[in-house]
């Protein structure tokens, strides 16, 4: 059986080996992945951006609020995935010979569809719960939309992965500008016809998923030998690889969004929405640590299987050194102008919310820091450390949210965030210098 180098996202003849090769000339093979990285990233934040904009200007906070809560169950179960099924087969597939991959492949496409259907139950499940309760209509209305978009989201969640895994940036870029296009000729058509809502904007993204990745599916599963025995085998071993991750993952996404769950718990909707306006600000720099973290991690997996520790250790601390400088000049920048961006984007609406954005951008520089670490840890297989840095982190934020949103509203709840940030990532960095300084490490190659 002839085997395949890459299950790739699109045709190598499109526009994504086109552009890979066009940016491979410019700035050579390395450069060029680590700006598409940065690219892919600047496209994804940047649609997610744009999507809070047009729905918190046209429907206000409340409409804002909601949206946000629904995203916060698609980025926990997008966690799942992440951690039992795409992560795993990044750091496997460059282990396997060309013959193997296309059988491995199969088998984690088979994960995730199965993965697909347990969380539209779970998520059915939970709709209806929500349905018998006194729950407000409008999150019930999300809670049930839910059940049709989670799905589709982990399908688009699952192509990126895959195209980066096999450092297949270029293809990854023009998946994710389809996805950006669709979704705003879908979101503009609802604005104008005077139908958008947080409820019909987590639908059309929903459909935006659905369209992209269905015609990735349609255009790839050639690609996929689905005849292999090992699915059992594949299952534990990403099980054994992905528990800590998992753990971690989730420890980390349950730390990052409680602020926002917990304002509509005891303020309003309102106030999670302003919150989460705050957080779209400070997110900008996301292109950065996300991008950086998508093209970073393989790099890390490949070093250490070819240079062992020593390899994973330089390429983890020069792009700590970059991080780091980067993310003091967003810093100072959004210290200085986070107010007037916020206002100027969103409107007047959610004006007074500087000391939040100052709080917040604190905890970007923090995690910029932090990111080459975590991805260091979890590419030598020190997956327990990621955990227990995440959960130190959920602990801090849990404690410090609950005590302080209640009563200082956004503040408090950024504050419980960034407190959080520190805890988990001062934990991940020392942990990292203190395994990688580990003698018996040193001669480590796979």
Known sequence: MVGIQTPSLVSETTLGSRLRRCMEDLCG????????????????SGTRFLVTVLLGRVCGADELGRYALGTTVLILIAAVQESLITLPYTAFCHRRDESERRRYAGNVLKQFAVLSAIAALFQLLLATVYLLT?????????????????????????????????????????FDSAFASVTGLLLILASLYGVLSGLTTLLLVGMAYGTVGG??????????????????????????????????????????????????????????????????????????????????APDVAHGFASGGIRAARRIVWKTTMGMAMLATAFFLLMTLCGEYLITLVYGTGFSGASACIAILVWGVFVEAVGTPASNGLWAIERTRLCFIGNLLGMIAAVVLTVMLAPAMGIVGAASGHTGAKLITNLFLCTAFVAVTKTPALEGVTL
């Not at 989201?153 to 297949?168: N, Q, S, T, V």
Request: charged share 15%.
């Open 215 to 296: 015609v990735w599916l349609y255009k790839s599963i050639r690609n996929y030998d689905f005849w292999d025995r090992q699915l059992l085998d594949d299952i534990f071993r990403h099980w054994s690889f992905g528990k800590w991750i998992l753990a971690a993952e989730s420890s980390m996404v349950v730390r990052s969004y409680l602020g926002a769950w917990v304002l509509a718990l005891y303020i309003s909707e309102a106030a999670t929405g302003i919150y989460t306006a705050c957080m779209m600000v400070v997110v900008l720099a996301n292109p950065l640590l996300i991008g950086v973290s998508n093209v970073l």
């Open 29 to 44: 093979p390395d450069r060029a992945r680590g700006l598409l990285g940065i690219l892919d990233q600047a496209i994804v």
């Open 134 to 174: 006194d729950s407000p209509n409008g999150i019930v209305g999300v809670m049930c939309a839910l059940v049709g978009v989670l799905p589709l989201f982990l399908l688009h969640e699952f192509c990126r992965r895959i195209g980066f895994a096999h450092r297949d940036v270029a293809s990854v870029v023009v």
